[in-house]
């Protein structure tokens, strides 16, 4: 909904793919509601954080 508004954000709770990829679909949902809205988004520049941390942890557990 904040992309749809031109509102840059950064999803940093992405610790899987699949939570990425949610948060990637989202995000483009929210620019192509902007443009059909007319809403400038060149500037607009949606970041997905991968909590690299955690895959770190969960690559131990599985070589384990």
Known sequence: ELTALGITINATV???TAQAMACADAVERGLKTAKKNN???DTVTPYITL???RIDVL???YAR
């Open 14 to 16: 992405s610790f899987s």
């Open 51 to 53: 909590m690299v941390g």
């Open 59 to 61: 690559a131990v557990r």
């Open 39 to 41: 809403l400038n988004t």
